[in-house]
């Protein structure tokens, strides 16, 4: 059995998290092994992973994949290096946004399960839904609508508005 540091460990389970969540996407648009490598490689980056650690990660995960597994340590260091070159600066700051979500999202999955359940916050109860959005123009979606107070309105009032009329 081989012997890998925490870091190394970390950043072999952060490729897994970010490929079971692009391997689908990626797939459907019939785009290639390295461009997903790549995409995970610079989200890796942006989360604070060493490009070393992101070279093992790469090498340790893409190994089976490729067509000739002797290449794997070539293609780990090509993969690795890119989002620490020139080229790869400009792809990382367009990522850096996302930075927060996708730590929350590894440091989860490093966690047990136990410590897993401690951190999540109890159910609540499902949001009644508030109406057809379309029809609020500048409303976005997860925003809540505060309904009309309607207690000193008569249904007569309401049949008679210019905007049940011309509706």
């Known amino acids: 059995m081989v012997e890998i540091d925490k870091a190394t460990h970390a950043a072999i389970t952060a490729y897994a998290i970010h490929f079971e969540r692009l391997w689908v996407v ?29 070279e093992a990660a790469v090498r340790a995960m893409a190994r089976g994949a490729l067509k000739n ?9 090509r993969i690795a290096a890119y989002p620490f070159s020139k080229d790869g600066e ?15 999202l590894e440091e989860e999955q490093l966690l047990s399960p136990a410590q897993r359940a401690k951190l999540r916050k109890p159910a609540s109860a499902p949001a009644r839904p508030s109406g057809r959005l379309d029809i609020l123009p500048g409303l976005q979606a997860g925003e809540d609508v505060k309904p009309l107070r309607t207690s000193n309105c008569k249904l007569s009032q309401v049949r008679r508005s210019p905007i049940m009329r011309n509706g």
């Open 90 to 104: 400009a792809d990382y700051e367009r990522l850096r946004p996302s930075r927060l979500e996708w730590v929350a």
């Open 69 to 77: 597994p002797a290449d794997a340590e070539g293609y780990a260091r």
């Open 26 to 54: 990626h797939r459907a648009m019939k785009r290639e092994r390295s461009t997903l490598d790549l995409t995970i490689a610079l989200r890796l980056r942006v989360t604070g992973h060493a490009q070393e650690h992101i």
